[in-house]
């Protein structure tokens, strides 16, 4: 089994930044694509930055140059610095992580979701 914990959600003002971070664990052989997805309030989940194994970044046209994804693969653990956040960056984040736990067999892994909230 392979569990996600996600950290660092919560209430800031616009213009203001934090950063989100994922930590994967458990029977882990091999991890290959990191990203954050969001769900802002009656909306579908929407991807925000994905960081492949294979290096390279992507991201919502709505979060660039404000948000930066990042990965420590040692840690295991992807992170979202978001910056100059404005009341529409306010939504659940979750984390995906798609890993191997042997045999070659790929799955993607969600995380439990972290409020990030954004005031006016």
């Known amino acids: 089994q392979v569990q996600l914990v996600e950290s660092g959600g919560g209430l800031v003002q616009a213009g203001g930044s934090l950063r989100v971070s994922c930590t994967a664990s458990?029977?882990?052989?091999?991890?290959?694509?990191m990203a954050w997805y969001r769900q802002p309030p009656g909306k579908r989940r929407e991807l925000v930055a994905i960081?492949?194994?294979?290096?390279?970044?992507n991201y919502a046209d709505s979060v660039k140059g404000r948000f930066t994804i990042s990965r420590d693969n040692a840690k295991k653990t992807v992170y979202l610095q978001m910056n100059r956040l404005t009341p529409e960056d306010t939504a659940v984040y979750f984390c995906?992580?798609?890993?191997?736990?042997?045999?070659?067999?790929?799955?993607?892994?969600w995380g439990q979701g972290t409020q990030v909230t954004v005031s006016a």
């Open positions: 458990g029977n882990i052989f091999s991890v290959r694509d």
């Open positions: 960081i492949p194994g294979g290096g390279g970044t």
């Open positions: 995906a992580v798609t890993a191997s736990t042997g045999a070659g067999a790929w799955s993607t892994y």
